[in-house]
C-alpha cells in the first residue's frame, strides 16, 4: 500500500542552525501539508503547498519557514535558524484527487533543537 | 472558525471492557470529522471520517463513532478494548481553505491505556 514516509526520523540540532526535513508524498498526490506537535500538545496546522506553490499558511508558519518540492518527489520544509521553540514532531501529509478530505499522513520527524 | 473539544485528556479501561472517547466540536458549516490513532513513536492513522452519509461510521479495529448534529458531538466507541488499543486517539475537524482543499484542525487529544 503507498505511504508518505519521512526522514529523518530523528534530527538534533543547534539554535541557530538551519534544518530541512523532507517528506516523499504519495507518487499521484497533488496536495501536500505540513503538521507540527510539540510534545505534550495537540497537532498544528502549518502550511499546505498546491501546484508548486502554499496554498495556506498558519500564523506559525513565519519567515523563518519555507517549503519547496524540488523534484517531482520530494518535499520539504526547511527552518532557517532554528529556535528551542521549534522542537517538536513534523508530519507531512498529502492528498490525492480521489479523496478529497482524507490526509495521509508520514510518520514524523522528531526534531531536537540544543 | 472551526475548532473541535476532547473532553478526556486520559481514559483508562480494562481490557475486554468499552470504550468511550469523547469529542465536541463546532463549525460554521456542515463539518467532516475524523478520528486519527497515534501509536508511541508512531505516524497518525487515519481509524474512520464522517463526511455527511451515514450517521453511524465504522473503522478499522472494531472502533465506530456516531454524528450527533443536536449535539455537535462525534464521540468514539469499541465494544471490547484490546491491549493493542492503547494509544493517543485524536478528533478532527476539516477546515475549509481558500483552495476549496482542506487543513485538519486537531483535538488535543486522549490518551487511552487498557489495564489487563
Known amino acids: 500500500e503507498p505511504e508518505v514516509t519521512q526522514t529523518p526520523s530523528h534530527q538534533v540540532t543547534q539554535m541557530g542552525q538551519e534544518v530541512i526535513l523532507r517528506c516523499v508524498p504519495i507518487?499521484?498526490?497533488?496536495?501536500f501539508y505540513w503538521y507540527r506537535q510539540i510534545l505534550g500538545q495537540k497537532v498544528e496546522f502549518l502550511v499546505s503547498f498546491y501546484n508548486n506553490e502554499i496554498s495556506e499558511k498558519s500564523e506559525i508558519f513565519d519567515d523563518q519557514f519555507s517549503v519547496e518540492r524540488p523534484d517531482g518527489s520530494n518535499f520539504t520544509l526547511k527552518i532557517r535558524s532554528t529556535k528551542l521553540e521549534d522542537s517538536a514532531m513534523y508530519f507531512c501529509a498529502s492528498i490525492g484527487t480521489g479523496s478529497y478530505n482524507e490526509q495521509f499522513f508520514g510518520p514524523g520527524t522528531r526534531l531536537t533543537v540544543l | 472558525a472551526q475548532s473541535v473539544t476532547q473532553l478526556d485528556s486520559h481514559v483508562s479501561v480494562s481490557e475486554g471492557t468499552p470504550v468511550l472517547l469523547r469529542c465536541n466540536y463546532s463549525?460554521?458549516?456542515?463539518?467532516?470529522l475524523f478520528w486519527y490513532v497515534q501509536h508511541p513513536n508512531k505516524g497518525l492513522q487515519l481509524l474512520l471520517k464522517?463526511?455527511?452519509?451515514?450517521?453511524l461510521v465504522k473503522g478499522i479495529n472494531g472502533f465506530e463513532a456516531e454524528f450527533k448534529k443536536s449535539e455537535t458531538s462525534f464521540h468514539l466507541t469499541k465494544p471490547s478494548a484490546h491491549m493493542s488499543d492503547a494509544a493517543e486517539y485524536f478528533c478532527v475537524v476539516s477546515t475549509l481553505q481558500d483552495t476549496g482543499r482542506r487543513a485538519l484542525t486537531f483535538g488535543s487529544g486522549t490518551r487511552l491505556q487498557v489495564q489487563p
Open positions: 463549525s460554521s458549516y456542515s463539518p467532516s
Open positions: 507518487s499521484n498526490h497533488l496536495y
Open positions: 464522517y463526511t455527511s452519509a451515514a450517521t
